[in-house]
């Protein structure tokens, strides 16, 4: 079991930094979403979810690359940090491919004239969703914490094969799903700036949300070994 930090308030601060400044954000991203930007010629009002699927999809890419870099730092170096945070950024990264499946859909209908489709970008998303619920259901069938942190780590590197997939779909296969044109000069300035500033938000309160549920997972991990101990002491 590791220490405790030296200036146990430190942390909690800077937690409280990062959301009052995603609190900041989100809420100028919310002003630029439905009072600023132009509404879209084409799509219309429905287009304006575009400025919060896209920082949805871009969090469920940035979890699944803390959970590679993590397990790859545990099974070199078996640290209980490291598959603490990186089961943090399972749970939350399954969150936001959810709302990434969720948000899609009610864009894509008024688009598509259907709430879905088997295209490739599509397909490879839901690929990643269920990656991520492997990732986290593995630990069950192991026999101890420490063979399920094992286990995990494997998906969470071998898994990570499919967010480049996921993210090139659309320049690798023929796809109905829009292709990138962020910078390409496809979006206007204050679509640009709006959608900017939605990215901005979310990342910065993609950093507390995982640091606290790494906190919980430590958390839990010691309450289970608090528990074998004195089961242990009680035979």
């Not at 304006?48 to 979890?63: D, G, K, Q, T």
């Not at 990570?160 to 990138?180: D, E, I, Y």
Request: glycine share 6%; with cysteine.
């Amino acid at each position: 079991m590791e220490e405790s930090p030296a200036v146990p308030g430190k942390g909690h601060l800077i937690q409280r930094i990062f959301i009052a400044v995603s609190l900041v954000l989100m809420m100028t991203a919310l002003f630029l979403i439905f009072v600023y930007v132009p509404t879209e010629e084409n799509m219309g009002v429905v287009q304006r979810i575009f400025y919060l699927h896209v920082p949805l999809a871009w969090l469920a890419f940035l979890s699944y690359f803390v959970i590679f870099i993590c397990s790859i730092a545990y099974l070199m170096k078996p640290q209980e940090k490291w598959d603490w945070i990186a089961y943090a950024a399972g749970e939350v990264g399954l969150l936001f491919t959810s709302l990434v499946l969720i948000t899609g859909p009610i864009w894509a209908k008024p688009a598509w004239g259907t709430w879905w489709t088997w295209d490739a970008r599509l397909t490879t998303t839901l690929i990643l969703w269920v990656i991520y619920l492997a990732y986290l259901l593995i630990r069950s069938f192991a026999n101890s914490e420490s063979q399920g942190a094992r286990f995990a780590a494997a998906i969470g590197i071998v898994g990570f094969l499919n967010v480049p997939l996921t993210a090139l779909a659309v320049s690798l296969w023929r796809t109905q799903h829009p292709p990138a044109v962020i910078f390409e000069g496809g979006l206007e300035s204050s679509m640009l700036l709006t959608l900017m500033v939605s990215l901005a938000a979310f990342t910065v309160l993609y950093v507390p949300l995982v640091a606290q549920r790494a906190r919980l997972r430590r958390t839990e991990i010691e309450l289970l070994k608090l528990e074998e101990e004195l089961d242990l002491a009680g035979r």
